[in-house]
């Protein structure tokens, strides 16, 4: 794409690798290395106990609050609806202020909670105190269980994270008329977030989403493309491994835009991008 493109995401997901570690240089390396093979490996047994404590410390901080679950069914293969109740926390709904945040979601005793993007739109937990999700079911995951669980059972949730996506960068209307989307897989899922919070779609001369899946079996909420066109947002699905019925655009995401492009203004031109690497490389 075009370095006159402005590009709209939210705040990337925390890094959960480990930091590395830097070594030491000048006079500490010689102190380090006047230290004998005992001294040494108490130092390490230490800095490791700190680091643990360190690590608890930091995870006792994390607000949780319990939820029960209101919607547990299947959106497309492989991936579930999941609504949240969360109309006794107002807090909790009032932290969730933009389509592009997240937050982290655990169940039990379960070691690992999850990142999950919110993807039903501010006023749906404003209004009904709710929060939807599109979760995909991965094998030993926190997910996978959370995909098997049913309504009324309990989950934990921290308030909602990042700055979410930054719709300054594309105002006014006018001066950004064309909007590309693009989304794989469940990436859509911040994506009809966007859409359904608005962004001025029905006031710009071209507002594109460009979704890609595997196939139409994993493809989900297509139940909701009438209305997101509705709003001003032309839906192109795009299926990398479709069936011999399938007469729409294949292959990726980025192909099917870099077949089409037809970007008369670059400059007033933003993008939207949500889901594999790859994407980006046109």
């Known amino acids: 794409m075009a370095s006159s493109i402005s590009t709209l995401a939210p705040n990337p997901l925390p890094n959960l690798c480990s930091h590395a570690r830097l070594s030491p240089r000048g006079s500490q390396m010689a102190f380090f290395r006047s230290l004998n093979p005992s001294r040494r490996i108490s130092n390490r047994l230490f800095n490791r106990r700190f680091n643990a404590v360190a690590a608890a410390v930091k995870q006792d901080t994390t607000q949780w609050t319990q939820a029960p679950l209101v919607k547990v069914k299947p959106a497309a293969e492989s991936l579930f609806h999941i609504g949240i ?133 994993r493809m989900a909420y297509q139940d909701r493309f009438k209305n997101w066109e509705s709003s001003g947002v032309k839906v192109v699905p795009v299926l990398s491994q479709p069936d011999g019925t399938w007469s729409g655009e294949s292959g990726f995401v980025q192909a099917a835009f870099a077949k089409a492009k037809n970007i008369f203004k670059p400059q007033g031109t933003g993008a939207v991008l949500c889901g594999q690497k790859q994407m980006t490389e046109v």
């Open 85 to 217: 109740d969360v109309s006794e926390s107002p807090e909790l709904c009032a932290s969730y202020a933009k389509a592009g945040q997240y937050l982290q979601l655990r169940i039990g005793d379960l070691p690992k909670p999850s990142f999950l993007a919110i993807a039903s739109p501010p006023s749906l937990a404003a209004e009904k105190g709710v929060f939807e999700f599109l979760v995909k079911s991965v094998a030993g995951s926190t997910a996978e269980v959370l995909c098997g669980l049913e309504k009324g059972d309990v989950v934990e949730l921290t308030q909602a994270m990042g700055g979410g996506f930054d719709l300054n960068r594309i105002s006014p209307p006018e001066e950004y008329p064309a909007v590309l989307i693009f989304a794989t897989g469940s990436g859509i899922s911040p994506i009809r977030s966007l859409i359904e919070s608005g962004f001025g779609a029905d006031k710009r001369s071209d507002v594109r989403l460009y979704y890609g899946a595997r196939n139409l079996r």
